[in-house]
């Protein structure tokens, strides 16, 4: 399985290269022109960056956390998971950043390739930022009214949170 | 929200640090932790320059296109809602599958239109429909192949291979999806 993995990426970019080409694009000049734009992303989200990564050290690292979910300790260290992918899944469906910020903050603590860092890992991975992006597109056409969307967006970031625990537990045990 | 979420972090840290008494502590935090965020966004500008550079060969050679035309039939079968040949359908599938690519800020504009096609559509403006529900779940389940902010950072930490949470994520991110879907469908079923 990891194999597979690891093809993936170097596939894909075989491909987009190969087929840029077959199509008569030149790819060297349009290549230079996305990563202009790409350069303008990162100049807009790194204040951003900036600002969540503030918020969420000073909240985690006053362990109010570890505080309030003294009871769910014993439970989460039979299972390894830290406290922290807790709130990570929590601020997922809000904040794409504030969620990175503590995917990286359990990668400094516990290391990428801990049950916990993998689990971080596919859990940003496999979901969005459901309540950001409903509140964008229904904002965009003056929805006002969105029945059951939000419920099946949470309920559908739920399953992966859970799928994503499990699927860890299951591939690198 | 993100202006009170923000606000909420840094309120709550603060004052719950200080109620236990570890000053030092705090004043670490506050004027030494932005180091990692600076940190992260130096390790994620090469990959983001790089992956915007290359999505943006797969754009303007068709590829995104075509990637789009193998979504389509499936997809066309999710919103029986909408009109045969609807506009609607062409931006949804542009954008799940500029979303699947990891080409968020791409995906973006397509999805906008899709809704706003969709409202076209729509017999109340206010409320909404089928066809818009099914869509966002399906965004929002988050259809992503290769998660390269993921891979970046999990790189800079070190890990030994950053790329093995591939397979996993789109094994989750199924599951997610189908699950969303499901609930979706049983609902829009019971309000008939």
């Not at chain 1, 006002?144 to 690198?172: E, M």
């Not at chain 2, 965004?139 to 800079?156: F, Q």
Request: charged share 15%; proline share 4%; aromatic share 10%.
């Amino acid at each position: 399985m990891s194999q597979i993995s690891k093809l993936m990426i170097p596939l894909f970019v075989l491909f987009v290269i190969f087929y840029g080409l077959k199509k008569k694009i030149v790819i060297y000049d349009v290549f230079l022109e996305g990563a202009k734009e790409g350069l303008v992303t990162v100049f807009n989200i790194f204040p951003s960056i900036i600002a969540m990564v503030f918020a969420i050290n000073i909240f985690l690292n006053s362990n109010i956390l570890d505080f309030l979910f003294q009871f769910l300790n014993p439970l989460l260290s039979i299972l390894n998971i830290p406290l922290n992918i807790l709130p990570m899944a929590l601020i997922r469906p809000i904040s794409g950043t504030a969620s990175l910020a503590i995917m990286n903050d359990i990668f400094i603590k516990y290391g990428p390739d801990s049950l916990s860092g993998r689990i971080a890992s596919v859990l940003q991975g496999c979901t969005d930022t459901t309540i950001y992006v409903l509140a964008l597109y229904f904002g965009s056409i003056k929805i006002s009214k969105t029945r059951h969307a939000l419920s099946t967006g949470l309920f559908a970031d739920f399953i992966g949170i859970l799928a994503s625990f499990l699927i860890v537990n299951f591939f690198f045990s | 929200m993100i202006n009170k979420l923000w606000g909420f972090f840094i309120i709550i840290g603060i004052s719950f640090t200080i109620l236990v008494g570890n000053l030092d502590g705090l004043n670490d935090t506050i004027l030494t932790s932005t180091k990692s965020g600076v940190d992260m966004v130096l390790e994620l500008i090469p990959i983001i320059i790089l992956w915007s550079g290359l999505m943006k060969i797969a754009e303007s050679s068709g590829l995104l296109e075509q990637i789009s035309k193998i979504f389509h039939p499936l997809l066309s079968k999710l919103f029986p809602s909408l009109k045969k040949n609807s506009k609607a359908l062409g931006y949804i599938t542009s954008n799940i599958a500029a979303n699947a690519l990891g080409l968020g800020s791409a995906a973006t504009p397509f999805g906008l239109k899709a809704m706003e096609c969709m409202q076209n559509e729509n017999d109340n403006k206010k409320v909404a429909s089928d066809a818009m529900i099914t869509f966002l779940v399906l965004n929002t389940s988050g259809v992503t192949i290769i998660p390269t902010t993921v891979i970046a950072l999990r790189l800079m930490h070190k890990s030994a291979n950053p790329e093995e949470i591939i397979i996993p994520a789109i094994l989750a991110t199924i599951c997610s999806s189908i699950a969303g879907l499901s609930l979706d469908y049983i609902r829009r079923r019971k309000r008939k």
